[in-house]
Structure formats: structure tokens, C-alpha cells
């Protein structure tokens, strides 16, 4: 059995995980239909790895004997009016996970639940890389973003992210 908070934040992660793969569902359809079909891809592939994360914390949880809430995925509601918008909310969102995965480890170190933070330890080297990517995505697009050719190179670029599992197995 889990510590309540820790198994209730951890709950609560699964639906943030399964909004933030609705949110990039959306930024990868707002680029579609701007004809940046790389983008949409990069995009669509991020989407995929969050429905990851929103399974790795369910099966953590089922692991743990723990009982799985699902709650209301909440629309996505960025107004994106030019293509450097979603890359912003890319980064300020996965500023937020961050956070979040933070408390849930906070949780976990305070009641030494030293197999959650273990668990955790993925996460928080995952969110690493994905602030990380969100910064290059915009520091690339300020760079090249305001050339035609510029941005064809970067869609090309995107076009060629592929999905790969997580290396975290549970
Ligand atoms: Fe699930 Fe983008 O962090």
C-alpha cells in the first residue's frame, strides 16, 4: 500500500500525462493545418510518449496494489495564432510537469517511500529532456523560423522523429 497523498498525486499524474498527450494532439493538428507536416509529426510522436507516461504511472500504481481513478481529460485550450506559440506552451507545459513530478517525489521523500522515488527517478530525468527539447525547438525556430528555406529544413528535420518505447519497463 502507498502512502494516500503520494498514491492520490500519483493518480492525479495520470490524468495531467493524459492531458498533456491531448494537448500536443492539438498542436500537431494546428500544424497540419498550416501545411508543417514535420512539426505535426514531432508533435504526434510526443503525444504518444505522454499516453506512455499516463501507463507507466497507471501500472505503478496497479503494482502497488493501488486502485486507479480515471477523471475528466480537460480540452486543450492554447490559442495558437502564430507557429511559435505551441513551441512556447511546449516548454512553460513541461515547465508544469516538472513541477509536478517534483511534489509527487516531495511526497514520496517525506514518508521515505524510497520505491516511489525510485520509480520516479525515470521521470525526472525524462523531464530533463523534455524541457530541454521544447528550448531547442524555439531556439531553432527564432534562428530559422523567419526563412522559407529555414523552415522547410526544420520540417524536414521533424518529419524524421519516429516513436520508440520508454526505456522504463514496469
Ligand atoms: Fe510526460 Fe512531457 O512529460
Redo the contacts with the bound molecule.
Keep these: 500500500m502507498l502512502n494516500e497523498k503520494v498514491s492520490k498525486l500519483i493518480n492525479e499524474q495520470v490524468n495531467k500525462?493524459l492531458y498533456?498527450a491531448y494537448l500536443y494532439l492539438d498542436f500537431s493538428i494546428y500544424y497540419e493545418q498550416q501545411g508543417l507536416d514535420g512539426f505535426a509529426n514531432w508533435y504526434m510522436v510526443?503525444a504518444q510518449?505522454?499516453r506512455d507516461?499516463a501507463m507507466l504511472m497507471l501500472k505503478y500504481l496497479q503494482l502497488c496494489g493501488e486502485k486507479v481513478t480515471l477523471d475528466v481529460v480537460a480540452k486543450p485550450d492554447k490559442e495558437m495564432n502564430k507557429l511559435m506559440d505551441p513551441l512556447q506552451f511546449g516548454l512553460e507545459?513541461?515547465q508544469y510537469?516538472t513541477s509536478l513530478i517534483n511534489d509527487i517525489y516531495a511526497a514520496a521523500y517525506e514518508v521515505k517511500d524510497f520505491r516511489t522515488m525510485q520509480f520516479l527517478d525515470w521521470?525526472v530525468k525524462?523531464?530533463l529532456e523534455?524541457e530541454k527539447n521544447a528550448e531547442d525547438m524555439i531556439k531553432k525556430m527564432e534562428l530559422f523560423g523567419n526563412d522559407s528555406k529555414g523552415l522547410y529544413s526544420l520540417d524536414t528535420e521533424y518529419a524524421a522523429r519516429i516513436y520508440t518505447a520508454p526505456s522504463l519497463v514496469l
Aim: aromatic share 8%; glycine share 0%; net charge negative.
Design positions: 500525462e498533456s510526443q510518449e505522454e507516461h507545459h513541461e510537469v521521470f525524462e523531464q523534455e
